[in-house]
């Protein structure tokens, strides 16, 4: 499946010039709520974000983008390089996408699930050829970002806990993406 040609999607790796740009869209009230629940400054997301984009973790971090601006922040990593999070999920294999919309005007207008579907596709599995399953939690508060994530071709697997918060586990498979 492509996406539109209105939403057409692309993606750019984050570069250090942008960590102002996250520390306003992780202050959003929106992704306060469900994404990052602490406030946070300029420094700890240069803490955070920082050995992804030097290459020191293996983390992808990207910034969706339509038509050249930046409107998103998404990330994948295999769960096999974070043994934790695998415990947590109870996933050892494939790999783990985190995904929100930082710039409000960009919302309600169906730019998130081309981006998390394009993301799957072009990004995820394109740079972890060997992995068949994505996964990706919400709360279950978060409908938004369930039906978002459903309507990209992820499906319900389970419940989780992560840092005393029950989560809805979601996967999709390669073949379906």
């Known amino acids: 499946m492509t996406e ?3 939403l057409e999607i692309g993606f750019r790796a984050i570069e250090e010039r942008d960590f102002p740009m996250l520390a306003r869209w992780l202050a959003e009230p929106r992704v306060r709520r469900f994404y990052q629940k602490t406030p946070v400054v300029l ?3 240069a ?18 983008l339509q038509a050249g601006t930046p409107f998103a922040y998404l990330q994948c990593y295999r769960n096999v390089d974070y043994p934790d ?5 109870g ?16 919302l309600h ?10 993301y799957l ?29 459903g309507a990209a071709g992820f ?5 989780f806990m992560e840092n005393g918060i029950e989560m809805v586990l979601l996967v999709a498979e390669r073949r379906s993406a």
């Open 4 to 6: 539109p040609a209105a």
């Open 47 to 64: 803490r955070e974000y920082g050995p992804a984009v030097r290459g020191e973790e293996p983390t992808l971090c990207h910034l969706a």
């Open 155 to 159: 499906r319900r697997a389970r419940r």
């Open 43 to 45: 420094e700890e997301i």
């Open 109 to 118: 207008r169906g730019l998130g699930r081309a981006a998390l579907g394009g």
């Open 121 to 149: 596709r072009r990004v995820a599995f394109a740079r972890h050829p060997g992995e068949q399953r994505a996964y990706i939690g919400h709360e279950p508060a978060n409908t938004a970002a369930l039906r978002c994530s």
């Open 85 to 89: 999070w695998a415990a947590i999920i």
């Open 91 to 106: 996933a050892g294999e494939g790999v783990s996408i985190d995904l929100y919309i930082g710039d409000p005007q960009f």
